[in-house]
């Protein structure tokens, strides 16, 4: 049901490949293609000393007059701040259904947002015609914000120092042709009915996506980025005595063609089965509060969850997170090291630069068990009179920046895996996760697991799944009582959903130990025979 | 953009498709125009305003099939677009059962009466909004206990979207539709540092259809006080009560393994159930794609085939899956429509207060948080919060607990719905009393 106000509004995560499926159930959504489509092409990344500074987008008649035109008519009832977001991306879709590749999607998107600040207020438009009117037309839109005298715009673009380069890829995906991807997805396909005589269908979605942004400011700011994406998405369906179970794996990031090697397909086809097989020996999880050991990697949601959102600065801004005037309070162990991270090489949630053109790095969420720095955007900088962190993200030039997670994951801490495990006699062991959700304001959160086991006498013992794991955030990262030292950034394709606006986020964790937390099975709790 | 337009680009594509070698096109060009104002603390916070545009092009070409969406409509654009998509359409498999639709179940005349478009729109300015916008926190802020509140924010939105449908096999359709909104949101602090948040919301076709904007601003700050001092309560199998305003979500569960995609493709707890009992006989809705002024009301589907009201569950009976053209050949069934628009629930006669009487224990559920339900295996374990019900009556708030079990064996434990669709949704759902849930707390 598509209509649904309420959903909306709401802060979770999920597969980012979900999309994909409901396109296939519906038939009508994402998008897929061409070879030689105007594709954002990485040789355009690096203009030459005299090329002129709109060098991408030039292609479709973009150039600075037009710019700075339309940042002088954003201005023009005296704002703090303007600037534009250019936007073209193109997603080419695969997908196996039935032993065969027989459909593609392609989508095309190509526009300009245009926003006007002032204080902490935000006037936007955006139009996906490209010439000079139309965008002055959405500036004079967004402009009404403001109420005073003009303001002059730039009369120059400085282009500053040079983007760090944490995907730039070999060969780009406009020289790639679609005979090149269709054995990556049959060969998935054939190798995971080979593995497991149970498995009966087999989904496999490829997708890959080249984007390209042009943000200008009001302060003379132009920065070009280029942004690829990738993700391959494998479901699997398995019969074993007339019961059904149904899972899969998927692999995300900001990669080339030359992911795809034998050993990433080979681990992709690895997981999907076993993930998927397991399920027939599941017994139900239990029901109520008990100690939760999480796996090392994508057990990084329970942070996204539990302290992520709550660290996006809007939220505390407005004074409505759980984490307002916590900032220099302790709130978890000595051990916990959590940040939020636009560094890591290829992953799914690297930016070069964010979607206000600031530079992006490395946010400290948590140091040493103390709250040390929100994610910021321009608006909660500026009010916070501190330094934007490059949190400003947004979905598409259809949206205005606001704060946002990367790669948030936590620092290996002091424990050993074994040693982790070992130390808890009932409970439960969260291994893989499908989607997750918090209220910033009480701090409760959920994450959906997948797989996982019980726990008794300290070994892994009979596999559960399909349960929801309930908490409170604050509460929660106190009773986070052991960190391993094995993190792993999680190699999935999460997407992070916050009023409305998507974006590609990575997560990831060592192994922990949560002394306590609500399991929502729909047994008893573990019994604890032996 | 003008319906004129809009329909000439979608003709154009269908045109140069077919020059280009398509054997089959259907194409549909869309126009939405918004605006959307947040009002926040004595404040205007952000104002969108924007019309935007996009054609999405399904192409059938040598027996194989492709999608393709765009927002560059420049003429030049469109030309490589539909060149590189046939380009890439060709490389595929070969898929016998790709076809557009029958053209006898195309819609022969926009039915009279639907109500979706309000010309009135064309009046209402971003200023309305914000005055709007601004009268519910000023409401929200009367309630008494309102000293405790931290934030509201509040907001307008209207939005009108024209969709033009184009197919070479005979279809030129349109149909326009407006929708209204307003909410409140209101943040309030609670004792232990939790800051809980509640809101309110309408969500209309027909802008005389909104209700008073105070009386949702007013009711947003009563449910946010209503949360405070939330506790978790014990695990326990136990009667649940779900809102109306929430049960739409549980309903939704029930929806996705309808699809004919999920049916094919081996993923739907609900495979063999037509015709057969699955529910209790509480269980009754069905799929109304012509009801007046409903949010999912729409003359004809995505595939353009026109909208008939199909019964989904009748006592407990499933009676019919969401099919489409393409699943439905692979399944050998007749296509119904390809997803769910309103759903009209055969209603109780009592009310919710009247239901948690007859319950006298257990769990009221007013909103979900994450989760999520198996569609193969109808497994299902979701977040909630809500109220206990004492005695009866609506007793102190709790959160932080979780619902789980089995799709299979829950419906058939539904043993009231309410006299109250929840009608700021689609899903349009009742109150939904449900005998011996797991529970799960501390």
């Known amino acids: 049901m598509g209509h649904d106000l309420r959903l909306n509004r709401r802060q979770f995560i999920e597969m980012g490949a979900s999309s994909i499926a409901a396109a296939s159930a519906s038939g009508f959504l994402l998008g897929c293609a061409g070879q030689a489509l105007e594709k954002p092409t990485m040789a355009a990344a690096v203009p030459s000393a005299d090329a002129p500074r709109v060098s991408y987008f030039s292609r479709f008649g973009v150039d600075e007059g037009m710019i700075r035109d339309a940042l002088a008519e954003a201005l023009s009832r005296g704002a703090d701040h303007a600037d534009l977001f250019f936007q073209h991306r193109v997603t080419n879709g695969l997908q196996l259904e039935d032993g065969e590749v027989n459909r593609a999607y392609t989508r095309v998107e190509l526009g300009v947002g245009v926003r006007v600040v002032r204080g902490d207020q935000t006037g936007y438009a955006y139009t996906e015609e490209l010439t000079r009117e139309a965008i002055k037309r959405a500036a004079q839109t967004a402009a009404a914000v403001a109420d005073g005298p003009a303001r002059p715009g730039p009369t120059a673009f400085a282009v500053g120092s040079a983007l760090p380069q944490r995907y730039a890829l070999d060969v780009p995906w406009d020289g790639i042709k679609p005979a090149q991807k269709l054995p990556i997805l049959d060969g998935v396909n054939a190798a995971i009915f080979k593995a497991d005589g149970r498995i009966k269908k087999v989904s496999v979605a490829f997708m890959d996506e080249a984007g390209a942004i042009l943000i200008a400011d009001s302060q003379g700011r132009l920065v070009e980025d280029f942004q690829p994406m990738t993700t391959l998405y494998v479901s699997c369906v398995a019969e074993q005595g007339g019961r059904k179970e149904t899972n899969g794996y998927n692999v995300a990031g900001r990669r080339g063609f030359d992911f795809y090697s034998a050993e990433t397909v080979g681990r992709v086809v690895r997981e999907a089965v076993a993930r998927t097989t397991v399920l027939f020996d599941a017994v139900p999880a239990p029901a109520g509060e008990m100690p939760v050991v999480l796996a090392a990697g994508s057990s990084g949601i329970l942070l996204h969850e539990a302290i992520g959102h709550g660290m996006e600065a809007d939220f505390n801004r407005k004074g409505t997170s759980i984490y307002a005037d916590k900032i220099g309070k302790p709130i978890a162990k000595p051990f916990v090291n959590i940040v939020d991270d636009a560094a890591q090489p290829y992953a799914r949630g690297a930016i070069n630069v964010d979607d206000e053109g600031n530079p992006a790095g490395t946010t400290t969420l948590v140091d040493r068990g103390i709250l040390a720095t929100y994610m910021h955007d321009s608006i909660s900088a500026k009010h916070y009179g501190l330094k934007p962190t490059g949190n400003g993200r947004r979905q598409s030039y259809q949206h205005p920046p606001m704060p946002r997670m990367r790669a948030t994951y936590m620092l290996p801490g002091p424990h050993e895996h074994d040693e982790i495990l070992a130390s808890v006699k009932r409970g439960i062991y969260c291994q893989s996760f499908s989607n997750g959700q918090v209220q910033i304001g009480a701090g409760d959160f959920t994450f959906y697991v997948k797989n996982g086991f019980l726990i008794e006498d300290g070994k892994l013992t009979r596999p559960i799944k399909d349960v929801n794991i309930i908490g409170n955030g604050p509460k929660v990262l106190e009773r986070i009582d052991m960190v391993g030292k094995d993190l792993v950034i999680d190699e999935g394709g999460w997407t992070c959903g916050k009023d409305v606006q998507s974006v590609p986020v990575s997560q990831g964790i060592p192994t922990v130990r949560v002394s306590s937390i609500t399991v929502g099975g729909q047994g008893d709790k573990p019994s604890g025979k032996g | ?442």
Not at chain 2, 108 to 129: N, Y
Not at chain 2, 266 to 273: A, D, P, V, Y
Not at chain 2, 347 to 370: E, M, R
Not at chain 2, 405 to 410: I, M
């Open chain 2, 1 to 442: 953009m003008t319906n004129e337009a809009m329909l000439e680009i979608a003709r154009n594509a269908v045109s140069l498709a077919k020059q280009k070698g398509a054997t089959d096109v259907a194409a549909v060009a869309r126009v939405k125009r918004e605006v959307d104002v947040t009002w926040r603390d004595g404040k205007l916070e952000k104002i969108t305003e924007a019309t935007s545009r996009g054609l999405d092009v399904r192409l059938f070409v040598d027996g194989r099939y492709a999608v393709c969406s765009t927002s560059d409509l420049r003429p030049e654009g469109l030309a490589s677009f539909l060149d590189n998509a046939i380009g890439l359409t060709r490389t595929l498999a070969k898929d016998p059962h790709r076809s557009l639709p029958d053209p006898a179940l195309y819609s022969k005349a926009t039915p009279e009466g639907l109500s979706i478009a309000d010309p009135r729109i064309e009046s209402i300015t971003a200023l309305d909004l914000r005055r709007t916008a601004q009268g519910m926190e000023e409401a929200a802020r009367s309630v008494k206990g309102s000293e405790a509140i931290l934030s509201v924010t509040t907001n307008g939105y209207h939005a009108r979207h024209e969709t033009t449908q184009v197919h070479s096999n005979g279809l030129e359709a349109s149909f326009a539709g407006t929708e209204f909104s307003i909410s409140a949101d209101v943040s309030i602090k609670d004792d232990d540092g939790r800051r809980p948040e509640e809101g309110e919301y309408a969500y209309v076709r027909m802008y005389a259809d909104l209700p008073d904007a105070a009386s949702v601003g007013r009711r947003a700050t009563e449910r946010a006080l209503a949360r405070r001092g939330s506790k978790k309560g014990p695990s326990a199998v136990m009667p649940v009560i779900i809102d109306n305003r929430a049960a739409g979500r549980f309903v939704s569960y029930l929806l996705r393994p309808l699809s004919g995609a999920a049916l094919q493709q081996k993923r739907s707890f609900l495979e063999g159930f037509v015709g057969k009992p699955f529910g209790s006989d509480k269980l009754d809705f069905a799929d109304d794609p012509l009801l007046p002024k409903g949010l999912g009301t729409r003359p004809f589907d995505s595939e353009g085939m026109a909208a008939r009201r199909l019964p989904m569950f009748e006592k407990g009976v499933l009676k019919n899956h969401y099919i489409d053209t393409y699943y439905g050949k692979k399944l050998s069934m007749a296509p119904t429509t390809g997803s769910s628009t309103n759903l009209a629930w055969k209603l109780g006669t009592k009310t919710q207060a009247a239901l948690a009487l007859d319950v006298k224990d257990g769990l009221l559920v007013t909103s979900f948080l994450g989760g999520n339900s198996n569609d193969a295996t109808g497994d299902f374990s979701l977040g909630v919060q809500g109220f206990v019900i004492r005695g009866g009556k609506i007793a102190e708030p709790i959160a932080e607990m979780n619902i789980a079990g089995r799709h299979v064996d829950v419906w058939k434990r539904l043993i009231a719905v309410g006299n109250d669709p929840f009608v700021y949704s689609s899903g349009r759902a009742p109150t939904l009393v449900f005998d011996g849930l797991q529970v799960a707390g501390t």
